[in-house]
């Protein structure tokens, strides 16, 4: 079976995307260009893979199995590759990363300066949203993700863990005061999370009161890291996550408040890879350099 490996890199392309037009504009192609490989990799393997009909495209049995074999074929030859480059000038390559904008703002934007200059070789494709990606489909190398996922085709790695802390900013607290106990927030403008209901329940201190506080909020957004612009604007109060909240309080652009009657346990931070991808070198060194990035930024 003679076979090229980019059309097989294509092929699977076509298959998390769905259709052929898809890949052809991921590649900046004509659909013909598309349409000639997958004929080249059914000739060679002397199957049909794939079955086109007016409703899209769809995987026959022998498609699924090729696919199968084709993205360990593809991951071995990137390994290998990246191997071999790796002895001699260090990682390199392009590497795609997927985060909340609140983990791509507050982890990968700060640490990419010491990892470029670790790495020069290597270049970060950083999609910043807090929907969580299909890695394979969406062609991800990396996820920064918080909580354990639950997958078993992905490999993850804790690189670090945060905790929350509850804040105001300076003008909103001179416009509406400093609440002294959990009780008086109910006369305050809190800051919810519209599609998170877990990030309104606010766990407390006190052993011998409620557990939680559960908060509708004044104001709800679906984003993360506009919680913290619209807390810098003094719009209200939100619970921000530490790696936000720390440096802009270190700054006094943030007061933390109630803080010996609010709990915050430790929740980790991953880097999830796929089961194929994670022995790659440049995913590697990516990963390693995050893990200590936050382990000295912890320690400061």
Same mark, same amino acid.
């Given at each position: 079976?003679?076979?090229?490996?980019?059309?097989?890199?294509?092929?699977?392309?076509?298959?998390?995307?769905?259709?052929?037009?898809?890949?052809?504009?991921?590649?900046?192609?004509?659909?013909?260009?598309?349409?000639?490989?997958?004929?080249?990799?059914?000739?060679?393997?002397?199957?049909?893979?794939?079955?086109?009909?007016?409703?899209?495209?769809?995987?026959?049995?022998?498609?699924?199995?090729?696919?199968?074999?084709?993205?360990?074929?593809?991951?071995?030859?990137?390994?290998?590759?990246?191997?071999?480059?790796?002895?001699?000038?260090?990682?390199?390559?392009?590497?795609?990363?997927? *985060? %909340? $904008?609140?983990?791509?703002?507050?982890?990968?934007? =700060?640490?990419? /300066?010491?990892?470029?200059?670790? +790495?020069?070789? #290597?270049?970060?494709?950083?999609?910043?949203?807090?929907?969580?990606?299909?890695?394979?489909?969406?062609?991800?190398?990396?996820?920064?993700?918080?909580?354990?996922?639950?997958?078993?085709?992905?490999?993850?790695?804790?690189?670090?863990?945060?905790?929350?802390?509850?804040? *105001? %900013? $300076?003008?909103?607290?001179?416009?509406?005061?400093? =609440?002294?106990? /959990?009780?008086?927030?109910?006369? +305050?403008?809190? #800051?919810?999370?519209?599609?998170?209901?877990?990030?309104?329940?606010?766990?407390?201190?006190?052993?011998?009161?409620?557990?939680?506080?559960?908060?509708?909020?004044?104001?709800?957004?679906?984003?993360?890291?506009?919680?913290?612009?619209?807390?810098?604007?003094?719009?209200?109060?939100?619970?921000?996550?530490?790696?936000?909240?720390?440096?802009?309080?270190?700054?006094?652009?943030?007061?933390?408040?109630?803080?010996?009657?609010?709990?915050?346990?430790?929740?980790?931070?991953?880097?999830?890879?796929?089961?194929?991808?994670?022995?790659?070198?440049?995913?590697?060194?990516?990963?390693?350099?995050?893990?200590?990035?936050?382990?000295?930024?912890?320690?400061?």
């Amino acid at each position: 079976m003679q076979l090229q490996l980019d059309d097989v890199a294509l092929f699977a392309r076509i298959a998390e995307l769905g259709t052929l037009s898809a890949a052809a504009r991921e590649r900046d192609v004509p659909v013909s260009q598309v349409t000639r490989s997958l004929a080249r990799l059914e000739a060679a393997c002397g199957v049909r893979l794939l079955h086109r009909t007016t409703h899209g495209l769809s995987l026959t049995d022998e498609g699924d199995t090729f696919l199968a074999y084709g993205r360990r074929l593809l991951d071995t030859t990137a390994e290998l590759d990246s191997e071999l480059t790796g002895k001699i000038s260090g990682p390199s390559g392009w590497v795609r990363v997927t *985060a %909340s $904008p609140l983990m791509a703002d507050c982890l990968i934007a =700060p640490s990419m /300066p010491g990892l470029y200059l670790r +790495h020069p070789q #290597l270049h970060l494709d950083i999609s910043a949203d807090d929907r969580i990606a299909d890695m394979a489909r969406d062609g991800f190398d990396i996820a920064i993700r918080s909580g354990s996922p639950n997958s078993d085709t992905v490999v993850a790695r804790q690189i670090g863990s945060y905790g929350r802390t509850l804040c *105001a %900013s $300076p003008d909103y607290l001179r416009a509406h005061g400093t =609440p002294t106990h /959990p009780r008086e927030l109910g006369a +305050h403008r809190l #800051l919810a999370n519209s599609v998170s209901p877990s990030l309104n329940r606010w766990a407390l201190a006190d052993p011998e009161g409620p557990t939680e506080l559960q908060i509708s909020g004044h104001t709800r957004t679906d984003n993360t890291a506009l919680v913290v612009s619209l807390v810098l604007h003094g719009v209200g109060i939100a619970r921000i996550h530490d790696l936000a909240a720390l440096p802009l309080i270190r700054q006094g652009r943030l007061v933390p408040l109630l803080q010996e009657h609010l709990s915050s346990p430790p929740v980790p931070i991953y880097a999830v890879i796929l089961q194929e991808r994670h022995r790659l070198p440049k995913i590697r060194a990516c990963i390693d350099y995050w893990a200590e990035w936050m382990a000295l930024g912890q320690t400061t």
